[in-house]
């Protein structure tokens, strides 16, 4: 009888070292998946600065780009009504 109980003692204590090392092995499992959790926070706040900059850097280049266009497009109305009072003038 005293070695079935130093066997099922041996036993128990070998369940509970393999429970306990398995929850050591999920804590650092946990502590290496929230460090890269924090990289990959840190990867997409920085994405969402840098499409933040670039949506400002568009939009600025669309504003630069539509005033070009309605400056030659006065130029190009400038040219036509020169174009037409000189024309106007030679058949006078």
Same mark, same amino acid.
């Given at each position: 009888? @005293?070695? =079935?109980? /130093?066997? #099922?003692? /041996? %036993?128990l204590l070998s369940l509970? #070292?393999?429970?306990? #090392? $398995?929850?050591?092995? @999920? #804590?650092d499992a946990e502590k290496?998946?929230?460090?890269? +959790?924090?990289?990959?926070?840190?990867? $997409?706040?920085?994405?969402?600065? =840098?499409?933040? &900059?670039? &949506?400002?850097?568009?939009? !600025?280049?669309?504003?630069?780009? *539509?005033?070009? $266009? @309605?400056? /030659?497009? %006065?130029?190009? !109305? +400038?040219? &036509?009504? *020169? %174009? !037409?009072? !000189? $024309?106007?003038?030679? *058949? +006078?």
């Amino acid at each position: 009888m @005293n070695t =079935l109980r /130093i066997y #099922s003692c /041996i %036993a128990l204590l070998s369940l509970l #070292s393999l429970a306990v #090392s $398995g929850c050591s092995r @999920n #804590s650092d499992a946990e502590k290496a998946r929230s460090a890269s +959790d924090s990289a990959a926070r840190k990867a $997409g706040e920085e994405a969402y600065k =840098l499409a933040h &900059k670039s &949506k400002e850097a568009a939009q !600025q280049a669309g504003r630069e780009l *539509r005033k070009t $266009g @309605n400056q /030659i497009k %006065a130029g190009w !109305q +400038d040219a &036509k009504h *020169r %174009a !037409q009072s !000189q $024309g106007e003038k030679s *058949r +006078d």
